[in-house]
């Protein structure tokens, strides 16, 4: 649910104005929209920028400052996925290099989540590399803020024919809940694996069934106190 903040200090002069409803200039308004996008508050997100908690709300409400630093909106262009000419004047944006769109690193780690059949190495490997989207379209891929994704690779042929050995998976580590059910990494207690993961209704422990795709392997369930749920799998890659 989008979290909306409010200005503790009555009309300023200093307000930014504009012709929308919300009374933001088109920059501001961008800022708006991308920190609501994440379901972060203004305070989260002043804060995940390493700047003071009032950083973003004074920028909206108070003018203050008048632009925002160059500096500040790479790291908000990676934090929401949004091309960081989005939040310039558009007498600005129009300065700014086309060709020269910061590109959002997802880091690839050295992870193998057994899909039947395969190997998998500690969760807690290091990324070793990753792989650079254009905003636009990472955010086609998925709203969820850069920051908490992950890349990884999978090994073995439970979830075939969806995901094959060597696919390579985006993980939103943000969505932790099979609600709703679909695709997760988790460690099921035994190791890291893929499975499609969904909840059993009226179950006491609440209890969690795990599929895979491939008819030659059995589903199983476990407690959700039992397993460490990473991320739901929102986008796959595979070589052919």
């Known amino acids: 649910m989008t979290m909306f903040e409010t200005s503790s200090h009555g009309p300023s002069s200093h307000r930014p104005s504009a012709a929308g409803g919300d009374g933001l200039d088109p920059a501001r308004r961008a800022v708006r929209r991308?920190?609501?996008?994440?379901?972060?508050?203004?305070?989260?997100?002043?804060?995940a920028l390493g700047r003071?908690?009032?950083?973003?709300?004074?920028?909206?409400?108070?003018?203050?400052?008048?632009?925002?630093p160059e500096q500040v909106r790479l790291r908000l262009a990676a934090l929401t996925g949004t091309d960081q000419s989005h939040f310039l004047d558009p007498d600005l944006q129009a300065l700014q290099p086309a060709r020269h769109e910061r590109l959002?690193?997802?880091?690839?780690?050295?992870?193998?989540?057994?899909?039947?059949?395969?190997s998998f190495e500690s969760e807690d490997d290091e990324a070793q590399a990753g792989l650079s989207f254009p905003p636009d379209l990472l955010r086609r891929i998925t709203a969820a803020p850069a920051g908490g994704l992950k890349l990884l690779s999978v090994s073995g042929d439970s979830m075939s024919p969806t995901l094959e050995d060597?696919?390579?998976?985006?993980?939103?580590?943000?969505?932790?809940?099979?609600?709703?059910?679909?695709?997760?990494?988790?460690?099921?207690?035994v190791g890291?694996?893929?499975?499609?993961?969904?909840?059993?209704?009226n179950t006491t422990p609440p209890q969690l069934r795990l599929s895979s795709?491939?008819?030659?392997?059995?589903?199983?369930?476990?407690?959700?106190?039992?397993?460490?749920?990473?991320?739901?799998?929102?986008?796959?890659?595979?070589n052919i």
């Open 34 to 47: 991308a920190v609501d996008a994440t379901g972060l508050t203004l305070k989260e997100a002043s804060r």
């Open 104 to 118: 959002i690193c997802v880091p690839l780690h050295a992870v193998h989540a057994a899909a039947g059949g395969g």
């Open 213 to 238: 795709d491939n008819p030659a392997y059995s589903n199983y369930q476990r407690r959700i106190d039992e397993v460490h749920i990473v991320g739901r799998v929102v986008w796959f890659a595979r």
């Open 192 to 201: 890291l694996v893929a499975k499609r993961v969904d909840a059993i209704p």
């Open 166 to 189: 060597g696919d390579l998976v985006m993980v939103d580590t943000g969505r932790r809940m099979p609600s709703p059910p679909g695709i997760f990494i988790l460690d099921d207690g």
């Open 52 to 68: 003071n908690d009032a950083y973003l709300q004074q920028f909206l409400y108070r003018g203050s400052p008048r632009r925002l």
